[in-house]
């Protein structure tokens, strides 16, 4: 695959952003390559109902 | 370096920038940001100091699969103009081993493991 690319005017007027959070970017610029991977992880067991314990104490 | 542009931000606000992240004006090369969270939702208001490691969840060790780019790539960019404007950003918050980057990177990687836990106590 060729990707050409002309790059004329760019030009953004406001930007607002609420939060920027987990390993993310906020990118005003040019780049080659981005790789992002993100996992997360709440399987059945993770809901927990009955008494509050800690999950298993430290020392 | 392929013919990179300049940025130009006329004006940034940021109300609050976490310790692990990084406010970044002028160019990097490679960027590799990492973060991981176990994140306990309780129903009452309840805070036991050390709690939980890292070890015993096996998601922070399980390998994310990222498959190569194996697709013959030719890439050319020709400048007519040479610039990237902004006029104004504002941004709440940057936490977590995030980036606010002003300007130009070659190599980015970015990766986030978060385990969730919620607790209810029991409906009597």
């Known amino acids: 695959m060729n990707f050409q690319v002309y790059n004329r005017e760019l030009d953004v007027g406001n930007i607002r952003i609420s939060g920027v959070a987990s390993s993310s970017l906020v990118l005003v610029g040019d780049t080659e390559v ?16 009955g008494p509050f314990v800690p ?5 | 370096m392929l013919n990179k542009r300049t940025s130009y931000v006329n004006h940034i606000t940021i109300d ?3 310790t692990t992240s990084t406010f ?16 306990i ?16 969840f096996e998601i922070f060790k399980r390998e994310i699969p990222l498959d190569p ?7 050319e960019s020709s400048p007519i103009n040479s610039f990237i404007k902004v006029n104004r950003i504002d941004i709440i918050g940057v936490s977590t081993s995030s ?7 070659n190599n980015v990687f970015l990766e986030a493991r978060v385990k969730h836990i919620r607790q209810l106590n029991g409906r009597k």
């Open chain 2, 69 to 75: 780019i194996t697709e013959e790539l030719t890439y």
């Open chain 1, 34 to 49: 981005i790789q992002l991977a993100s996992i997360f992880d709440t399987p059945a067991e993770s809901l927990i109902i």
């Open chain 2, 41 to 56: 939702q309780r129903e009452q208001e309840l805070f036991f100091s050390n709690e939980a490691n890292f070890d015993d």
């Open chain 2, 99 to 105: 980036i606010l980057h002003i300007g130009s990177s």
């Open chain 1, 55 to 59: 999950l298993n104490p430290q020392g």
């Open chain 2, 24 to 39: 970044e004006i002028g160019d990097s090369t490679a960027i590799h940001a990492f973060s991981r969270a176990i994140a």
């Open chain 2, 16 to 18: 609050s920038l976490a």
